[in-house]
């Protein structure tokens, strides 16, 4: 489960309701963290390795990223700004303005942060639309708006089983239909890297969360649709399915549940929570031309959590 959450506009994010990029407190070694930071960003050290330029094919590319103002949709967008593509943040957080600042000068890469919610086709369209006129025509699109709640079935009302499947589901369905109409419309092909959820595949445990589950599990089989009818012109879509991810989103939620964030740990082979930096690489070369073929896909991460 990881996607950034994304209230309704004018909405905080209920402390009920926390979306689980989980923060158990776990930290990873400098070194560690240092060759992961190095491997995504720094090019004197991807020269050593041989690959300084394996990504170049998206500097200068408009990408627009969805949940973007936070959590591992920022996260994302930055490593494809660390490969020089411009950055459209999208968000219902009034601070994707200041973050897309942020992002240009810390990284010196064109950068756009627009107000928008991802449930509105109006929204979403116009979003886009301000996207072009300032940027360029997107080619990349990330959508990692959603959100998750622990409910028990048997008491979940109506609005709050479709606020989860009209931001996870028909969200994501509305910016990628907006992505290929501009793909269309610059007769040029495109990506869309969808984020799943190993919850698509998988019960959570002890939290009980039905929605999210068919949220995700949608999301999988809309990529594998979009992608059967839009290879054709030139539009690849995947996803990437995450496991228990480490964000600062939720590290006050890990901080008064060490029990349960301990748990999940204990769960995976790996032996711990994932980094942003973990799904980093992996959404720069579904971005890049590198991976041209493979289409269609969900590619779970998740520390072999689901393989047991």
């Known amino acids: 489960m ?38 995504l960003g720094n090019k004197a050290f991807g020269a050593q390795m041989g690959w300084a330029n394996v990504f170049e094919d998206l500097a200068g590319q408009v990408a627009v990223i969805t949940g973007g103002a936070r959590g591992l949709g920022l996260s ?14 999208l968000d219902v957080l009034a601070e ?27 929204s979403v369209a116009a979003a886009f639309a301000e996207v072009g006129r300032t940027l ?32 996870n589901l028909t969200g994501t369905f509305l910016c990628c239909q907006a992505l290929a109409r501009a793909c269309k419309a610059a007769d040029k092909g495109g990506v869309i890297v969808n984020v799943s959820s190993m919850s698509a595949r998988v019960v959570n445990l002890p939290q009980h969360q039905a929605s999210y589950h068919a949220s995700k599990a ?8 979009l992608a059967v009818e839009w290879a054709p012109i030139g539009i690849r879509v995947n996803a ?43 959404v720069v070369f ?3 031309a590198r991976s041209s073929y493979l289409i269609g896909q969900s590619i779970v991460i998740d520390g072999a959590y689901t393989a047991v």
């Open 240 to 282: 990437i399915a995450p496991g228990y991810m480490l964000s600062e989103m939720t590290r006050q939620f890990t901080t008064a549940n060490p029990e349960l964030a301990e748990r999940w740990r204990k769960m995976i082979p790996a032996g711990r929570m994932g980094q942003p930096a973990d799904l980093e690489a992996l």
């Open 2 to 39: 990881a996607e950034t959450v994304c209230a309704t506009p004018g909405e905080k994010p209920r402390q009920d309701a926390p979306c689980f990029h989980v923060d158990a407190g776990y930290q990873q070694d400098d070194r560690h963290k240092a060759l992961g930071n190095k491997a």
């Open 96 to 122: 994707v303005k200041d973050v897309a600042e942020t992002v240009q000068r810390d990284l010196d890469v064109e950068s756009l942060g627009v107000v928008a919610d991802v449930t509105d086709d109006r």
């Open 136 to 167: 360029g025509s997107p080619s990349i699109l990330i959508n990692a708006a959603g959100i998750t709640v622990w409910e028990d079935s048997i008491d979940v009302s109506r609005e709050s089983w479709q606020r989860v499947i009209d931001i």
């Open 76 to 89: 994302m967008a930055q490593a494809l700004a660390k490969w020089r593509a411009k950055i459209a943040l």
């Open 286 to 288: 579904l971005c890049s």
């Open 218 to 225: 949608g999301v999988e089989m809309l990529t594998k649709a």
